[in-house]
């Protein structure tokens, strides 16, 4: 790669544009799910079954991350995203006709292909910029990253709500997941920084062993947000105002943008590791005091306070991938984006199970619980030398 190598991505030729492809080729990562379980409960007019569907299209995309980066790491970025990105447009749509026939069984097999299909935007924008900026500029780089996927899972369920408002909501889930095709195909045609043939697929994702525990601090990371997401709209239903639910989130995701845009905004000097042990203990420090706020207004300012943590442990979790799997940045990337998935089921489920047996604020002590215990787990990566 000729020329010179730049601080921040956004000062490298086509970043701009592969951000703004990016943004629209991620918009049905939050869209599929909500879009799937909308339109199997209007069909069949069962929520289980609606549920069963999402749950089949969230295993999809955990088990497809890992053999899609493994993929990316030998093959290159651009033949896995237009592969996946015909798969999960065509399963989507596919899944919009399977339900209007009530085929109930290709419903969800099809759900589960759509999540394994769904395109690894975010990976390849990880190996694209992190190869196209030097190793002070990561963090920047990683940064935008997250920031243009919070971006896209926020404005991506409002621009589906407006499109079902138009027309329908099987209409809107196809209408949205085409956009998004061709969204991912742009971004193909934008990448340029492919690595080299000799240099893919030459390291191994666990040679080092505090990856694992890398991946166990991210599950905890996964687990607070998906306590989160259990813990607000059921406070907001026990006090009912179940209303409150989508503006409390989207503090959660604002904090987020926020915090991904400042900390990609400065160089950081300490190691990347110590930050991740201060990131988590942060969050959960942050969180713990939901349980007892009573203001609806402290408590939005809270959750931003959440988000501001969460999108740049998200971003130092990135960059010790690439310390910890050398070589094999996609499938590790892929692995990470498995651990949140699992994380947030179980801490889904936690918050579940601690809500009612405890009152409706215990899910944010989980939050917090999961969080400090990331923390503290976090605190092995700041060894200098995992490997076997």
Do not use: K
Not at 136 to 141: K, L, W
Request: charged share 10%.
């Amino acid at each position: 790669m000729g020329g010179p190598r730049h601080r921040t991505p956004l000062g490298l030729p086509g970043v701009p544009a592969q951000a703004v492809l990016g943004f629209l080729a991620q918009l049905t990562q939050q869209v599929a799910p909500v879009g799937t379980v909308l339109v199997v409960q209007g069909a069949s007019g069962s929520l289980t079954l609606a549920g069963v569907t999402a749950a089949a299209f969230a295993m999809g995309a955990g088990m497809g991350r890992p053999v899609q980066g493994r993929l990316m790491d030998r093959r290159g970025s651009r033949p896995v995203l237009l592969v996946t990105a015909l798969l999960h447009v065509s399963a989507l749509v596919a899944l919009v006709v399977a339900a209007g026939d009530r085929l109930w069984w290709a419903v969800v097999a099809l759900a589960w292909v759509a999540g394994a299909g769904l395109p690894p935007v975010s990976v390849s924008m990880r190996l694209e910029w992190g190869r196209r900026v030097p190793d002070e500029g990561r963090t920047a780089a990683y940064s935008l990253v997250y920031l243009v996927q919070e971006l896209a899972m926020l404005v991506g369920p409002l621009a589906f709500g407006v499109v079902i408002a138009l027309t329908t909501t099987s209409l809107g889930l196809a209408l949205v997941a085409v956009a998004a095709g061709a969204g991912t195909l742009g971004f193909t045609r934008a990448l340029r920084a492919e690595a080299r043939g000799s240099e893919r697929g030459r390291g191994r994702v666990f040679a080092d062993r505090r990856m694992p525990v890398l991946l166990a601090v991210v599950l905890l990371l996964g687990g607070t947000l998906g306590a989160l997401q259990v813990g607000v709209p059921a406070l907001a239903a026990a006090r009912h105002v179940p209303a409150a639910t989508g503006v409390l989130v989207a503090a959660l995701s604002v904090g987020g943008i926020v915090g991904a845009a400042a900390y990609g905004a400065r160089s950081w000097q300490s190691r990347a590791g110590v930050r991740l042990v201060a990131l988590m203990a942060a969050l959960g420090a942050v969180l713990a005091p939901l349980a007892l706020v009573e203001s609806w207004p402290v408590f939005w300012m809270v959750l931003f306070g959440g988000g501001l943590a969460l999108n740049p442990a998200l971003t130092t979790s990135s960059l010790l991938v690439d310390e910890f799997a050398p070589g094999a940045q996609a499938e590790a990337f892929g692995w990470i984006s498995t651990a949140i998935g699992v994380g947030g089921a179980l801490g889904s489920g936690v918050a579940g199970v601690t809500g009612e047996r405890l009152g409706a604020s215990a899910p944010f002590l989980a939050a917090s619980g999961l969080a400090l215990a990331g923390a503290a787990l976090a605190t092995v990566l700041l060894r200098r030398d995992g490997t076997a």
